[in-house]
């Protein structure tokens, strides 16, 4: 497992622009009235959509006894709302403020989260029973060595559930054009439609490293009342759920 992700560098970090962006939300990262009040509507669908799939896939009534990794945990949104459902959750990222802020947080939060500033070789040689990679993958320049350390930590039997946006014309027109630039919902930069990943190629990521797709929803937001819905529809924001076989 570890001989794969030993070769990978640094290229699996997001680009510095993204990193610096990023950090200079920090302070406001817990602010749900702020401008991070898209991530905490969307904390409040992934969760149970997260927590859904972990207690069909194993067959547990609890998290107490598996381990979490959450990629580009930012300031800690996911990660406190998997350990407070009792997991052992370990939060990467490569925004060094984001990592103070979600440490001073925890702690304030009495949740005994381990966090660490860098990319997902900090983790390496470690094998987690979840790996959440949420709204991430939109963020990094080389998408196939960064899914494949992110493939090589998840143990056996264990899940990769990924969130991110698909590429397309109506991508561009709801996540940039109309959150970015027309409602102001997210700031100008945000999101590079380049970036985005069609389902077929995350398919394809998971797959090639003997992953399994078990589900995929699609999310939609009501621009009116600001509510995230899950939907058949992928065509701009998804999830997917995958299995590596034990």
């Known amino acids: 497992m570890t001989s794969k ?3 990978i560098n640094a290229s699996v970090t997001p680009t510095q622009r993204e990193v ?3 950090d200079a939300l920090a302070e406001v990262w817990w602010d749900d009235t702020g401008v991070m009040w898209p991530l905490h509507k969307l904390n409040q669908l992934r969760v149970p959509f997260i927590s859904d799939a972990i207690h069909r896939h194993f067959r547990c009534s609890s998290l107490a006894e598996l381990t979490i990794l959450d990629i580009g945990c930012g300031a800690g949104l996911l990660s406190e ?3 407070r459902l009792g997991a052992a959750v370990t939060g ?3 925004a060094p403020r984001n990592i103070a802020m979600a440490k001073r947080h925890a702690k304030a939060e009495h949740l005994p989260i381990e966090y660490l500033e860098g990319d997902i070789n900090e983790v390496k040689g470690r094998a987690f029973d979840v790996v959440l990679n949420m709204e991430v993958i939109e963020h990094v320049d080389d998408l196939s060595g960064f ?3 992110c493939n090589a930590v998840v143990a056996p039997g264990g899940l990769h559930i990924v969130a991110t946006l698909n590429r397309n ?3 561009l027109v709801v996540a940039i054009v109309g959150a970015e630039y027309v409602l102001g919902w997210l700031p100008k930069g945000t999101h590079q439609w380049r970036q985005f990943v069609k389902p077929k190629e995350l398919r394809s990521f998971l797959t090639d490293a003997g992953l399994s797709v078990l589900s995929e929803a699609g ?3 009501n621009p ?5 819905r899950i939907t058949q529809n992928t065509s701009v924001n998804y999830m997917m759920v995958a299995e590596r076989r034990a």
């Open 81 to 83: 709302a998997m350990a």
């Open 92 to 94: 990467v990222d490569p």
């Open 169 to 171: 014309l109506k991508s």
């Open 5 to 7: 992700l030993n070769t």
């Open 219 to 221: 999310v939609a937001v």
């Open 20 to 22: 610096n962006q990023f």
């Open 224 to 228: 009116f009342n600001r509510a995230y």
């Open 147 to 149: 899914m494949q350390a």
